[in-house]
């Protein structure tokens, strides 16, 4: 069985494909232990370990991630992985575990960076004015 999840956080995109395999998570064709840095890594399998090892040794997940730097996409991953596992397992469990550890987990954080707009520098902050 395969099965098609994606997950989003600011600009970058992660689409999931969950297969039935021998525990190989790649990202962007490339295996996840080589993924720099330690952190994102650890971040994008967040996932199993919530689930359990265990779990890992019975998919192959391969995942094509674009858009955003590497904190958003090793968001993004995270959500996509979660909810292909649900998905893939059909485990009400397993849902249930993700949710009451971050519900970030299966839902994506719509939240975007604010536009740039004139008479300032940035979104909000204006231009200093002078008195003198």
Do not use: C
């Not at 999840?5 to 970058?12: D, I, L």
């Not at 190989?24 to 840095?37: A, F, Q, W």
């Not at 952190?39 to 391969?62: C, H, Q, T, W």
């Not at 649900?86 to 604010?114: K, T």
């Amino acid at each position: 069985m395969v099965t098609n999840t994606s997950g989003k956080k600011k600009t970058a995109v992660a689409r999931a494909t969950v297969s039935d395999g021998e525990g190989r998570v790649r990202i962007n064709s490339t295996p996840v232990e080589l993924v720099d840095p330690e952190m994102s890594r650890l971040k994008m399998l967040e996932p199993f370990r919530i689930a359990g090892d265990d779990l890992r040794d019975d998919v192959d997940v391969d995942i094509d991630v674009s858009g955003g730097g590497f904190a958003g996409q090793a968001d993004a991953v995270r959500t996509a992985i979660a909810r292909g596992l649900v998905e893939h397992y059909g485990d009400a469990e397993l849902r249930d575990a993700y949710r009451e550890f971050d519900r970030s987990l299966l839902v994506n954080d719509v939240r975007q960076s604010e536009s740039k707009k004139w008479g300032g520098p940035g979104a909000r902050a204006r231009y200093q004015k002078s008195y003198r």
